[in-house]
């Protein structure tokens, strides 16, 4: 996903942050405080990967879940809840416990053996019950909470929080953060957002949409880049947590959502119901989603038509 602007533009670019690149733009303010955006940008992405990273031992989620920290900030609290709401309201299409099963297909690739369909339907239904619960400000652990990764919206969260502090350091300016698949826009001037044609990932390829943020977040999930290959066979690296299998009907789906911690975990449900079902999907938060198939049928709902119109006026 790429994001497209016009004059008085200022554009800071960080990699790796989040295991991704990060992109700032700012529109409308000077160079000095344009540079205050991208510093603030870059302060509150480091803050939160120390408290959310599921790759760094030391965050506070990891120290969380192997029980060294008894109980969890309001940061942590904040994700797990959204993770758990979501959880419920996806009926079970998004599980923050996903990762048990990807580990376990990463291991297939390693012994280069496809597990059996017993095995990984036990798997998921050994994760399919919530292993904590969230009370107001109080996070209780209900079981083995190994393997708990809040990826699929915590990065949307932070991009939020991020894009939050960039527009208190440039007031009156527009702000948009865009960390790989996630973006999130402040300020009064409404910006393009660039959709790539997931079946045609090279750098040089068209865009397959275009639509405008404004005020909101956008996020994509798809299976282009990653996956495993077991016995010349390739696996997407999103797994339906309901049955433990990888998908392969999606090749990816882009959600425009009230915030980015809402389109990035909607985006990740999209990427596992079937086709027929995304237009089930009518939750307040998603304000337009696309999904393209891995046959390259293109679907659409909510204000896409209307969204992809105001980039073409």
């Excluded at 004059?7 to 989040?18: I, K, N, T």
């Excluded at 920290?69 to 599980?95: S, Y």
């Excluded at 095995?119 to 400000?137: K, Q």
């Amino acid at each position: 996903m790429s994001t497209g602007a016009g004059d008085r533009q200022l554009v800071f670019r960080h990699h790796p942050m989040m295991g991704t690149d990060v992109e700032v733009r700012v529109v409308g303010a000077g160079a000095g405080v344009a540079r205050a955006a991208d510093a603030a940008v870059v302060a509150e992405i480091e803050r939160l990967e120390r408290v959310l990273s599921a790759y760094d031992p030391a965050s506070e989620l990891r120290r969380w879940v192997r029980g060294e920290v008894a109980t969890p900030g309001p940061d942590l609290t904040a994700v797990l809840r959204l993770a758990l709401d979501l959880q419920l309201r996806a009926g079970g299409a998004f599980n923050p416990l996903a990762g048990v099963v990807v580990r376990r297909w990463r291991e297939a690739e390693r012994q280069q053996r496809i597990p059996s369909a017993e095995e990984v339907a036990t798997l998921a239904a050994s994760i399919s019950a919530p292993r904590f619960t969230v009370d107001g400000a109080r996070v209780v652990r209900t079981g083995d909470l190994d393997g708990l990764e809040l990826n699929a919206v915590a990065k949307g969260w932070i991009v939020d929080r991020s894009v939050d502090a960039a527009a208190r350091a440039a007031p009156g300016a527009t702000v948009l953060v865009a960390a790989g698949g996630d973006i999130a826009h402040r300020g009064p001037v409404p910006l393009p957002v660039a959709v790539e044609d997931p079946l045609r990932h090279h750098d040089n390829a068209p865009a397959l949409a275009e639509v405008v943020v404004d005020g909101c977040g956008v996020a994509t999930s798809g299976r282009a880049r990653r996956g495993v290959r077991i016995c010349g066979r390739w696996f997407s690296h999103v797994v339906d947590p309901r049955t433990g299998w990888p998908v392969d009907h999606v090749a990816s789906a882009t959600v425009v959502a009230r915030d980015a911690a809402a389109a990035d975990g909607f985006a990740t449900v999209l990427g596992v119901l079937p086709a027929v079902a995304a237009a089930t999907v009518t939750h307040a938060e998603v304000l337009a989603w696309m999904t393209v198939g891995a046959d390259g049928a293109v679907r659409t709902g909510g204000a896409w038509a209307e969204l992809t119109a105001r980039r073409r006026r």
